[in-house]
């Protein structure tokens, strides 16, 4: 595959190497995975660190590897690629991306002291909890209270879908403080399992994405020191910033996974023959290789561009993650739909790649982000126009 454009370094190369390595590690036990619906987690993280794959984005100095958006994209598309798995990105994420994230744009280096080392080491796990019951785009209506009381900070509210619940040691928490309404009153707290008040549930089973849970969290008087408050209200734009990276680790997600299913789909097509030939030579086939490897590369253009965004700031430029990440969503559904069809009836037994696939990155339409939400961030930065989404 040609990716001269972007001149990876020996360094990313090293790194799309050890991340192949390590999704393939894991392969063999996809398919139970999945079946299950669990995954050994804390083992999958521990293997990710030896292999030089945990806290990739996380600054020197606090112990990460001080890489760059792209270094972490290559390793989630490589990896999940390799294992064929949605499972093999979320444990990338757990060390590098939207909670870790949300730590390093903090000015509180006190809690990035307490946190970011353990995180960059694969010693603790970090989620992010933002949506609520009642409250999922519409982040900035959110209803989780935090009051600063002296030395602690006690919070109150529901969170639910947070990827990594009860499983993860960490819980980066979007709250509102001071009562103030909007975007304005949010800030992030850090909250650990185990802290008093806090009781974590298994949420509802997706329809991909299995072996991550997605569960709820439950805040009743839970207490946190006040050390743990990652930004006060009034910093929702640096908050989304962060964000960016969830978008960017969806979209190289989505292209590993797509490039898993083209990979299946070229391989049986070679060695599976009807009425005397391989499948691939009759011209429909033939031509959706050829689709569906178009439909990878342009996705591969814009997530490796989106990355490369961030080298003029910390993360993506939304602008360009969004767009990466509805055209990721979009070309993997349809490549994986594709690979299905290439396999036949193969194509649609139950854990077989292409239609794990095809689960998993179904999920990439809503989780990060909804197509609709992202149009909207796109056309208001295009036409510079944000319309009122209230009625
Ligand atoms: C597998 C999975 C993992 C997740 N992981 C996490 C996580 O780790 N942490 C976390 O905090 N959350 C997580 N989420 C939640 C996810 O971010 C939300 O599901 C998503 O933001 C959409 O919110 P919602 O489900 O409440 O849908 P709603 O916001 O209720 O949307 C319903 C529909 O209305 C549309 N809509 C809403 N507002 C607008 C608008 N202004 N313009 C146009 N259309 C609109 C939406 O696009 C959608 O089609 C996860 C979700 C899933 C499925």
Redesign the pocket.
Known sequence: MDISAFELNENQRAITERASTWGASWAPMATEIDREDRAPTADMVRSSGEAGLTGLTIPREFGGRGGSALDFALAVEHACRAMKSWMAGDILFSTTCTGPSVLMISDNEAVQRKYLPDIAAGRRTA?????EPR????VTDLETTAEIRGDRIVINGE?R????CPEYDTYVTFVRLGGIPGAKGIGAVVVDKGAPGLELGQGPR?MG?HGSP?GELRFTDCEVPAENLITEPGNFGRLMQAFNMERLYISALCLGLAQAAYDEAVAYSNERTQFGRPVNEFQAVYHLIAEMYTQIESTRYLTYKAALTAERGRFPRALDVSVAKLQAADAARDVCWKAMQVLGGDGLVTGFPPERCFRDVI?SS????????LK?TIAADLLGKKLD?RG
Do not use: L
């Open positions: 989620a992010i909890a933002m949506t409250h999922g785009s519409a969170k879908f947070v990827t990594g997706c994405s997605h999920v809503i989780a990060g982000g909804t197509i609709q939400i909207n989404q």
